[in-house]
């Protein structure tokens, strides 16, 4: 790992191989190392694969205020990461938060991204739009209101040695999906101090309770080549998100829906996950 200046901030990012450049975006509660079976292997298909952890996660930089968090500020971390790297384009995998902000990345700087993959992440305006009027999405999105509790949510989660981060994270995945060691890693990056509240405030700075009120932002069409790679098995976020979200996509278009899959989708079927990107990576090169 190394550390790069983005910006005002200092980014932390995990690298490997050589060749056009993929960068990875991790999502809640994660970190780049989310991203631990991908890299050597995208690496060794002739790609260079760059997975940062994001703005108040893992080694990068904390900023306090909540509006750091603002999805403004997420995208300008994708640009200037890239400027950093002084990469012109890169084809952007994102899963959760990360595959949010590269959706936005896209639809907003198309020339900086050769192709789009997504796992298991809403477009964020179909993600507004279905907590607004989806109310099986709306059920299932529940945690979203919890966090915005300042204090509350980093004790609900942190309480009774993380018995609830536990839950949500690991115990909701397949049964091998993360060892003791992978456990470790998550656990003292998010007991370091002010962890927990960077990350809630992804959603406390994007999501209040009182934009489940209204009409969202909206975005323009995606039109890069996007792939869409959607575990089914999914408890935060049901299949019609994934459609309502590929609807946001007006040029070519492919998804692949793994059955049974959870949410954590590259770290329970990384096989499938990595088979998927090299093909779709190898079919996109510039």
Request: glycine share 8%.
């Amino acid at each position: 790992m190394r550390r790069l200046s983005v910006g005002t901030l200092r980014l932390a990012i995990r690298e490997s191989g050589s060749g056009e450049p993929v960068l990875f975006l991790h999502g809640f509660p994660e970190l780049s190392y989310s991203w631990r079976h991908q890299l050597d292997p995208i690496a060794d298909a002739g790609f260079w694969a760059i997975a940062p952890d994001l703005r108040g996660c893992g080694d990068s930089d904390r900023p306090e205020d909540v509006a750091a968090y603002g999805i403004g500020a997420l995208i300008a971390d994708v640009v200037g990461l890239l400027d950093a790297l002084e990469v012109e384009r890169a084809h952007l995998v994102g899963h959760d938060w990360g595959g949010g902000i590269a959706w936005a990345t896209t639809a907003l700087h198309p020339d900086r991204v050769s192709s789009l993959a997504i796992l298991n992440a809403p477009h964020p305006v179909a993600s507004a739009e279905a907590r607004r009027d989806d109310a099986a999405q709306r059920a299932m999105s529940w945690y979203m209101l919890l966090f915005q509790f300042v204090g509350v949510a980093e004790s609900w989660l942190s309480r009774n040695d993380f018995a609830n981060f536990r839950e949500m994270l690991f115990d909701n995945a397949a049964p091998g999906t993360f060892t003791d060691d992978d456990i470790a890693v998550y656990l003292d990056a998010y007991r370091r101090d002010g962890a927990l509240t960077a990350a809630l405030n992804y959603y406390r700075a994007n999501m209040p309770a009182a934009a489940w009120l209204r009409d969202p932002p909206q975005l323009p069409d995606i039109t890069t080549p996007t792939l869409v790679v959607w575990g089914d098995g999914d408890t935060y976020l049901g299949s019609r998100l994934r459609d309502r979200s590929v609807e946001k996509v007006t040029g070519p278009v492919e998804v692949i829906t793994l059955t049974g899959v959870s949410h954590w989708v590259q770290q329970e079927a990384p096989d499938a996950v990595n088979r998927a990107l090299i093909e779709w990576l190898g079919a996109h090169r510039h």
